[in-house]
C-alpha cells in the first residue's frame, strides 16, 4: 500500500503533464496562428489562416478540458487551490477561449467579418497571456496555509516573473504556429512565416534564456534542488540542449524545409518541459504542498487509470488519423469543397 | 443590494446563469447528432441525394452549435475550481473523476471526428464517414451520460463516506449506478432528441409554410415526426419516474415542487395545486386553485395516499429549499411543455395516418406547421426550467444532505466574483443572440443543393455521351447517305 500511495501520485503527475504537453504543444500552434492573423490585412490569408485550423482546433482545446478533469480527479486540492489563486488569469484565458472558438463559426456566416476576425487574433492572444500568466504564477508559487488553502490576494499572480513567462510562452506559441504554416501553406504566406518562425525563434531563446538564468537566483528552493549532483548535470544540459535545438531550427528555416522546423519547434518544446517537469517535481503546488499530499485517495486514482489512462493511446490515434486524413497543404476556401 | 458584497450568492448566480445559457448548445448537438445519424444511414440505403444533402444541411447548423458549445462549457468545467474550490477539494475523489471520464470518453470522441464529418466528405469513403458521424453522436451523447452521472450523485451521493470532510468512495459502481442515475440520463436523453426533432421539424415546417422546397423539407418534417412518436410518450413517461424519485430521496424538494407546506397524511385524498401564490414570510400559498384528488393520482394512481405527503413546515428553515415560486412555476411550464409537445406530435400523427402529408397537401397544413414552428423553442425552455428544478431544489446543499452550498464556495473576494458576473453576463446573451441570428442565416440560404454527391459524377449520365473528336466526313455526297 505504501508503494502504491508513492507510485499513484507519480503515475498521475506523467499523465497530467503528457496532457498538458498536447495541450501547449497543439492548442499552441493554433493560439499562434490565430495571433498571427492579427499581422495579416489580408481577408483571403486570414481566411487560409482559420481554414487551416478550422477540422482541428476543437480536438486540440480538448486536451486542455481533459487535463482540467484529471486535475480535478487526481489531486482535488490542487485543482481547488491553483484556480482560486489563479482567478483572474483563468479568467482572462476563458474568456479569450470563447472569442477564439466562436470567431470559427460566426466568421464563416457573417457578411462583414472584421469583427470575428479580430475577435479570432486578440482571442487567441489573450487566452495566451492568461496561460503564461498562469503558468509564471505557479513556478513563482503559491501562497498557501500548511493545509494547502490559498490565502494569498487577487493579484499575487500578478509579477514582473510572471509576466517574463507570459511573454516567452506568446512568443513560443508564435514560433511554433508559423512552423506549423511553414509546413501546411505555400507559397507568399509560406515566405511570410519562414521570417516569423525566425524572429519568434530569437525572442523565445532570450525569453528561455532569461528565466532559466533567474530562476535559480530568485527561488531559494529551486537552487538548493538544481546544484546537487546528479540533477546539476541534467540541468547544465538542457539550456545547451536547447541551444543546439534552436540553431538546428534556425539552418532549417535557412533551409527552406518544410517539414523539418516544425519538428525541431517540437522537440524544443518537449526539452521546455521536461526542464519545467524536473524543477517543479515533486511539488504540484511548487515548494509548498507535494504530489503526495494533494492526490485523491489511492482507489480514485486506480480508477481513474482504469478509465482514463487505458484511453491515452485511442485518443493519440484518432487524433493522429484527424491529420492523416487531412494531410497535405491548406488551399481554397476549406477542406472538402 | 446585499448580495452583491455575498460571494456565495454571486457564485451561484454565475454558476446558475453560465449553466442555464451553456446547456441551449449541447442540448442541439446531442439531439440533431443522432438525427444526422439517421438521415446519412438513410441515404446510404437508399442513396436518394436529397437526404445527403439533408445531412449536408442540418450539419451545418451542427458546427454553428458545437463551436458555442465548446466555447460556453469550458468556463464551467474551470468555475468548480475558481469558485467551487471547497466543493472540488471534499468531492474530487469521485466528481472530479467523472468530469475526467467525460472528457476523456466523450468530448474528446466527438471533437475528433467532427472535423472528418464536417469536411471529410470528400477525403474518407462512405463507410469510414457515416462512422465518423455515428462516433460523434456516440460522443456527444456519451457526455449526457457522464455529466448526469455527476449531478445525479450530487443529488443521491451513495458508494461511500464522508470522512474528515472529504467524501471517500468505496464502490464506484455503486457511485456511479446512484439511485438518480439512470432516470436522469435518461430523462435528459430524451430531452435533448425531443428538443431536437421538434427543431428540425420546426424549421422543416417553416419551409413547408413558405413552399422554398417543400418537397425536400417533408422529407425531413416526416423524419422528425416518426421520431418523436416513439420520443414524445417516452419523455412523458421518464419524467413520472423522476418525480417519483424526488418523491422517495428528496421529499423537501417535491414540496417545493408542489408549494406544500403541511403534510398530507396517508391514508387521505390528496389535492393536486394547479395555479398558486406562494409566500415563504406566512409559510402557506397566499392563493391557490388545486384540483381535488389529483396528487394520489399523479404519485401512486389512486385517490388516496399510502405514504403521506411531507410537507415543507417539517423542515427547518435553513434546511429546506427557497425560492418555493421559482420551483414550483418552474416544475409546472416545464410538465406543461412535454404534454404540449406530446399533443402536437399525436394531433401530427393522425394528419398523417389521414393522408394529409402527401407531397400536394402538406403545405396546405398550414395550422399544424404554425404548431410545429410555436414549439421549436418550446424544449429548450423545458430543459431549463426541468434544471432549475432540480438545482435550485436541491438547495441548501451541493452534495444533498452532505455538503452545504454555503460552505462550497470559494474563499475569495466578492468583487473578483462580481466582476466575473459581470463579464459571463455581457457575454453569454451575447452569444446567444449572435448564435440565433447565424443560425437563422443559415436557415434563410437553405440547402445548398450544387455540392457534389460523393460517389455520384455529377452531370455525367452512366452512358458517355459526351461529344467526340469532330471527323468531317470526306466523301462525296453522293455516298453520305
Known amino acids: ?337 | 443590494m446585499e448580495f452583491l458584497s455575498d460571494t456565495v450568492v454571486l457564485s451561484r448566480m454565475q454558476f446558475a446563469l453560465t449553466a442555464i445559457i451553456h446547456m441551449l448548445w449541447p442540448t442541439l448537438t446531442t439531439g440533431v447528432g443522432i438525427y444526422l445519424v439517421m438521415v446519412e444511414g438513410i441515404w446510404l440505403k437508399t442513396r436518394n441525394p436529397d437526404y445527403y444533402h439533408h445531412a449536408r444541411f442540418w450539419s451545418k447548423l451542427y458546427a454553428l452549435n458545437f463551436g458555442i458549445g465548446v466555447a460556453t462549457g469550458i468556463p464551467m468545467e474551470f468555475q468548480f475550481g475558481t469558485n467551487w474550490a471547497p466543493f472540488s477539494e471534499a468531492v474530487g475523489n469521485f466528481f472530479g473523476s467523472v468530469i475526467g471520464f467525460e472528457a476523456s470518453w466523450a468530448f474528446m470522441l466527438e471533437a475528433a471526428f467532427l472535423g472528418i464529418m464536417l469536411f471529410g466528405w470528400e477525403r474518407v469513403n462512405p463507410a469510414i464517414h457515416y462512422l465518423s458521424t455515428i462516433l460523434v453522436a456516440v460522443g456527444a451523447n456519451l457526455s449526457t451520460v457522464w455529466i448526469l452521472t455527476a449531478s445525479s450523485w450530487m443529488q443521491t451521493p451513495t458508494g461511500g463516506e464522508m470522512v474528515n470532510g472529504k467524501f471517500i468512495v468505496h464502490d464506484y459502481f455503486q457511485a456511479i449506478l446512484n439511485p438518480f442515475a439512470a432516470t436522469s440520463v435518461l430523462h435528459m436523453f430524451f430531452a435533448t432528441l425531443e428538443t431536437s426533432l421538434f427543431v428540425v421539424g420546426g424549421i422543416s415546417a417553416w419551409y413547408i409554410l413558405n413552399q422554398r422546397h417543400a418537397n425536400f423539407f417533408a422529407k425531413s418534417f416526416k423524419i422528425a415526426l416518426a421520431a418523436a412518436i416513439v420520443v414524445a410518450p417516452l419523455q412523458l413517461y421518464m419524467g413520472h419516474l423522476s418525480a417519483e424519485q424526488v418523491y422517495l430521496y428528496q421529499p423537501a424538494k417535491l414540496a417545493a415542487m408542489e408549494a406544500q407546506w403541511e403534510t398530507l397524511p396517508a391514508g387521505q385524498p390528496a389535492n393536486w395545486s394547479l395555479v398558486s401564490l406562494p409566500n415563504e414570510k406566512t409559510q402557506k400559498n397566499d392563493w391557490e386553485i388545486s384540483i381535488p384528488n389529483a396528487l394520489g393520482y399523479i404519485l401512486e394512481f389512486k385517490k388516496d395516499l399510502s405514504a403521506p405527503v411531507r410537507g415543507l413546515k417539517e423542515w427547518q428553515p435553513e434546511d429546506r429549499p427557497h425560492l418555493v415560486g421559482l420551483i414550483y412555476y418552474c416544475f409546472r411550464i416545464m410538465v406543461g411543455i412535454g404534454f404540449f409537445l406530446a399533443a402536437v406530435m399525436g394531433f401530427s400523427i393522425l394528419c398523417w395516418l389521414l393522408g394529409k402529408f402527401s407531397a400536394e397537401k402538406i403545405s396546405e397544413q398550414r395550422w399544424l406547421m404554425r404548431a410545429w414552428m410555436f414549439a421549436a423553442p418550446l424544449g429548450f425552455i423545458a430543459i431549463d426550467t426541468g434544471w432549475i428544478v432540480r438545482c435550485v431544489g436541491r438547495q441548501p446543499w451541493t452534495l444533498y444532505n452532505q455538503i452545504r452550498t454555503v460552505d462550497s464556495a470559494s474563499h475569495i473576494p466578492a468583487s473578483n466574483v462580481l466582476t466575473s458576473l459581470t463579464g459571463f453576463a455581457l457575454v453569454y446573451p451575447l452569444l446567444l443572440v449572435a448564435s440565433l441570428y447565424f443560425g437563422s442565416r443559415i436557415v434563410r440560404r437553405g440547402p445548398d443543393f450544387d455540392l457534389p454527391v460523393p460517389g455520384i459524377e455529377i452531370d455525367r449520365p452512366a452512358v458517355d455521351t459526351a461529344p467526340g473528336e469532330f471527323v468531317p466526313d470526306e466523301r462525296p455526297v453522293e455516298a453520305q447517305q
Open chain 1, 1 to 337: 500500500m505504501e508503494t502504491l500511495e508513492y507510485f499513484l501520485p507519480q503515475v498521475w503527475f506523467g499523465i497530467l503533464g503528457l496532457f498538458l504537453f498536447l495541450y501547449v504543444m497543439l492548442d499552441g500552434f493554433d493560439l499562434g496562428v490565430g495571433i498571427l492573423s492579427l499581422t495579416s490585412d489580408d481577408e483571403e490569408r486570414r481566411g487560409l489562416l482559420m481554414t487551416s485550423l478550422s477540422n482541428i482546433w476543437d480536438a486540440n482545446e480538448t486536451w486542455l478540458v481533459l487535463m482540467g478533469g484529471g486535475l480535478f480527479g487526481a489531486f482535488p486540492l490542487a485543482y481547488g487551490t491553483i484556480l482560486t489563486a489563479l482567478y483572474i488569469p483563468i479568467l482572462v484565458m476563458v474568456f479569450g477561449l470563447i472569442f477564439r472558438a466562436v470567431a470559427f463559426e460566426f466568421r464563416e456566416q457573417a457578411n462583414r467579418k472584421f469583427f470575428w476576425n479580430f475577435a479570432f487574433g486578440a482571442g487567441s492572444f489573450t487566452a495566451a497571456l492568461g496561460q503564461g500568466f498562469a503558468l509564471g504564477a505557479v513556478l513563482k508559487g503559491i501562497n498557501v496555509d500548511s493545509s494547502g488553502h490559498f490565502i494569498g490576494g487577487t493579484w499575487d499572480w500578478l509579477t514582473w516573473q510572471s509576466v517574463l513567462v507570459a511573454l516567452t510562452l506568446i512568443q513560443g506559441y508564435v514560433l511554433i504556429g508559423s512552423a506549423y504554416l511553414v509546413w501546411k501553406t505555400e507559397g507568399e504566406l509560406q515566405e511570410t512565416h519562414y521570417k516569423t518562425a525566425k524572429i519568434a525563434a530569437w525572442t523565445t531563446m532570450l525569453g528561455a534564456i532569461f528565466i532559466t538564468i533567474t530562476t535559480p537566483i530568485f527561488y531559494e528552493s529551486a537552487r538548493s534542488k538544481l546544484f546537487e549532483p546528479p540533477l546539476v548535470f541534467v540541468f547544465a544540459a538542457i539550456p545547451v540542449l536547447g541551444i543546439l535545438l534552436v540553431s538546428r531550427l534556425l539552418s532549417s528555416l535557412e533551409r527552406r524545409e518544410e517539414r523539418a522546423p516544425f519538428i525541431w519547434t517540437i522537440l524544443i518544446f518537449v526539452l521546455t518541459f521536461l526542464g519545467l517537469a524536473l524543477v517543479v517535481f515533486p511539488y504540484i503546488i511548487p515548494t509548498r504542498i507535494t504530489i503526495y499530499e494533494a492526490a485523491a485517495d489511492p482507489s480514485s486514482l486506480v480508477i481513474m487509470i482504469i478509465f482514463i489512462g487505458f484511453l491515452i493511446p485511442v485518443m493519440l490515434f484518432y487524433n493522429l488519423y484527424q491529420y492523416v486524413v487531412f494531410r497535405g497543404k491548406v488551399s481554397g476556401k476549406a477542406y472538402g469543397e
